[in-house]
């Protein structure tokens, strides 16, 4: 059965079979999801403005990280170039075993006009 709803958002992530902890790993799997998500917007020809980096720890906990644009993004190149940028927002104290990128904010959102009405009571 095929949903009959709009997506609200489109993401990729993987898990490891064995914890990172070299930058120059965990870049390798941030192209690698980039590829992917990349892809997967293609097909629904789908572009969004806010990109959000998943990482789960070692230690199972996770941290998402985001940034809003201010026009909409598809290309693997500005994905994976802003998914660096929030990977390195804050230096990582554990060893990754999950990361995940997803855009939201996306181009098939319409922006319906929503009547405000005040509600009356009988009084």
Request: charged residues 30%; glycine residues 2%; aromatic residues 8%.
């Amino acid at each position: 059965m095929i949903p009959f709803r709009t997506p609200k958002s489109f993401g990729a992530e993987h898990t490891f079979t064995e914890n990172l902890t070299s930058e120059v790993y965990l870049e390798e799997k941030l192209e690698l999801i980039a590829n992917k998500l990349e892809k997967r917007l293609e097909i629904k020809k789908l572009a969004g403005r806010t990109l959000t980096l998943k990482i789960k720890f070692s230690d199972f906990s996770v941290q998402t990280r985001s940034k809003t644009f201010p026009h909409y993004i598809s290309d693997r190149s500005l994905i994976l170039s802003n998914a660096k940028e929030l990977l390195y927002q804050e230096k990582l104290v554990n060893s990754v075993r999950l990361l995940g990128l997803s855009l939201s904010n996306l181009n098939t959102e319409k922006k319906e006009k929503k009547l405000k009405v005040q509600l009356s009571l009988p009084f």
